[in-house]
């Protein structure tokens, strides 16, 4: 018995040579530089803005999981400078880590479950045509 495979369209096909296709910044900037690049990501999330990742079934999986680990390395970052004693509980860095930044690491991590559950998805209807 041959089994028929489907390719899909190349289009859709994400391939890749870098380990995150999705360009994030780096290290910890001030805080109203930190707000502004969270905003930016905010916006992609919720579909204001065009997403790095031109794929119909990994954009949201993709960029939410990259933005969701910035905000966790920034999180890190500003904990690392809390330990420090470089950043002192009231700070701007501090009501930043526990106001803006908790609730965009929230948000991002239901938009990385969603994007996973797409996938899924997409993967289940993928077999049910293979089926056919």
């Known amino acids: 018995m041959a089994v028929k495979i489907k390719k899909?369209?190349?289009k859709h096909i994400q391939l890749s040579s870098r380990l995150m296709d999705v360009p994030l910044s780096l290290g910890l900037p001030s805080v109203?530089?930190?707000?502004i690049e969270i905003s930016t990501y905010v916006d992609i999330l919720l579909g204001r803005e065009e997403s790095?990742?031109?794929s119909p079934y990994l954009a949201l999986a993709e960029c939410a999981t990259a933005y969701y680990s910035r905000a966790q390395e920034i999180?890190?970052?500003i904990h690392s400078a809390e330990r420090e004693g470089a950043v002192m509980r009231g700070s701007s860095y501090y009501k930043f880590r526990t106001g803006e930044l908790r609730s965009f690491i929230e948000l991002a991590?239901?938009?990385a479950e969603l994007g996973s559950r797409r996938l899924t998805q997409e993967q289940l209807l993928q077999q049910q045509r293979f089926e056919e």
């Open 52 to 54: 790095p990742i031109d």
């Open 109 to 111: 991590k239901k938009c």
């Open 75 to 77: 999180d890190m970052l």
């Open 32 to 35: 109203e530089d930190l707000w």
């Open 8 to 10: 899909g369209e190349e």
